[in-house]
């Protein structure tokens, strides 16, 4: 997870969440990225640089905004550091969740998607009132392609090879390590502990600016 800047209220944007948007759109961009990402490969850094420039350029992303499953490489580290500088951003505050390999495919597996309306559950930790229908809407649940437990240990290796340098690209600077597979009041906590001087800086900052 990596954030830059810290208002109130800030745009969270998922890389996944976006590639699958132009997937079920069935546009070009989705067409282009279906085959990889159902075998478990990660995309392109210029098709995910592209959709990452669109989105953080767009107005709601002025105070600031999340990013969650990006940069991946350390050529997407590379290339938001330039936009962050081109927007005239401070450096991103990265916070690492780290959780064992097992736990990571045990959680994922779980996981439930509502055909009609998106809405996720898992058969562990948030089961739905009715099994494979959907609390919100009724619809059918479904296991995503890429919840299948083969392509998830191989984007896990993907990972591994590619992902880890990204944490040495930041480890210097506004970067934390959390383990991943601690309490939910556990991590809460601890990312609040962490946020908490960025948010009194950039408020600090801002109402600097208003006066």
Excluded at 156 to 172: D, G, I, K
Excluded at 183 to 209: D, K, M
């Amino acid at each position: 997870m990596i954030i830059d800047w810290l208002p109130s209220a800030i745009p969270s944007i998922s890389t996944g969440e976006m590639l699958r948007g132009e997937i079920s759109a069935g546009t070009a961009l989705g067409l282009e990225t279906k085959s990889i990402i159902a075998a478990g490969g990660l995309v392109g850094d210029d098709i995910i640089n592209r959709i990452v420039k669109q989105r953080i350029e767009k107005p709601d992303c002025t105070n600031g905004f999340m990013l969650d499953g990006y940069p991946r490489t350390i050529g997407q580290a590379e290339f938001l550091d330039t936009e962050l500088r081109a927007l005239g951003m401070p450096d991103p505050v990265v916070v690492h969740l780290d959780v064992p390999t097992e736990v990571l495919v045990s959680r994922i597996i779980c996981r439930r998607q509502c055909q009609t309306c998106g809405a996720m559950f898992n058969i562990l930790s948030r089961r739905p009132h009715a099994p494979g229908r959907c609390d919100d809407c009724g619809g059918f649940l479904v296991v995503r392609h890429d919840d299948r437990e083969e392509v998830i240990r191989e984007r896990l290796r993907a990972y591994e090879a590619q992902t880890q340098p990204v944490l040495a690209h930041y480890y210097n600077g506004n970067y934390c390590h959390i383990p991943g597979d601690r309490s939910p009041v556990y991590i809460f906590e601890a990312i609040t502990n962490f946020l908490e001087p960025f948010v009194a800086a950039g408020a600090g900052s801002r109402n600097g600016q208003q006066g």
